[in-house]
């Protein structure tokens, strides 16, 4: 079945460094969305992807979609402590399937 | 505009006992999806509802769960009986339709002791 994968695991970046997390896909996806979940909270849609190598910036957050549509990476311009939490990528496949397949997230924590 | 509502949000049970958690969807919102999240984990679809009809429930174990979603609107999933593994995160969420975003409840976390 559909795997995405998700790299690092962990991020651990001073306030004011820059943050990136990468996605990757086993299958070519229709369409791939980035949530964010707090400490303790749910799951936060933050946006979606739909065509070969998208871009899209949500004040400091700039979300890539890979040309093969098989990859993705979100990338934050100089962290704030606001920033914490849990960054999962979603992949959906193409056809009737709907179903989103989630990565392991990547946790990010920020130094004050 | 309330969100998805769960309950209960704590849930603590001896194992082989029952368990149910409740999900209200937000209002109008057709699809229903029922998620189980493990710690540091990405959530993972175990039944997803279209109205009344569960089109999607094949990562369902279906030997001890089940959910019903009647006359469309809330859903329940039920565990049993519960055991140690089932401990976990169950988050509810809803979307207008099958490729629409998706709003999570806050979940309600189960420990079976």
């Known amino acids: 079945g559909q795997q995405v994968m998700q790299i690092p695991q962990y991020q651990h970046v001073q306030e004011g460094e820059d943050f990136t997390t990468y996605c990757n896909s086993s299958?070519?996806?229709?369409?791939i969305q980035w949530y964010k979940q707090r400490p303790g909270g749910h799951p936060v849609f933050l946006i979606q992807?739909?065509?070969?190598?998208e871009v899209k910036k949500q004040k400091r957050l700039t979300f890539q979609f890979g040309e093969a549509k098989k990859n993705s990476s979100l990338h934050i311009t100089a962290t704030q402590t606001t920033d914490v939490g849990t960054y999962f990528c979603?992949?959906?496949?193409?056809?009737?399937?709907?179903?989103?397949?989630f990565g392991k997230g990547t946790l990010l924590t920020v130094n004050p | 505009e309330a969100g998805v509502v769960q309950s209960p949000r704590y849930k603590i049970i001896e194992k082989k006992q029952p368990v149910a958690f409740w999900c209200n969807p937000i209002?109008?919102?057709?699809?229903l999806y029922w998620y189980l999240q493990n710690l540091g984990q990405g959530p993972e679809l175990l039944i997803r509802?279209?109205?009344?009809?569960?089109?999607?429930d094949s990562q369902l174990p279906k030997d001890r769960f089940s959910a019903e979603r009647l006359k469309g609107v809330d859903s329940t999933l039920k565990i049993q009986p519960a055991e140690l593994g089932d401990s976990a995160v169950y988050l509810c969420?809803?979307?207008?339709?099958?490729?629409?975003?998706?709003?999570f409840g806050p979940g309600t976390r189960l420990l079976v002791l």
């Open positions: 969420a809803s979307s207008l339709g099958g490729h629409e975003t998706q709003y």
């Open positions: 299958t070519t996806l229709s369409n």
């Open positions: 992807l739909v065509k070969s190598g």
């Open positions: 979603a992949g959906r496949s193409g056809g009737s399937n709907y179903k989103l397949t």
């Open positions: 209002s109008g919102h057709n699809t």
């Open positions: 509802y279209e109205n009344e009809e569960a089109v999607d």
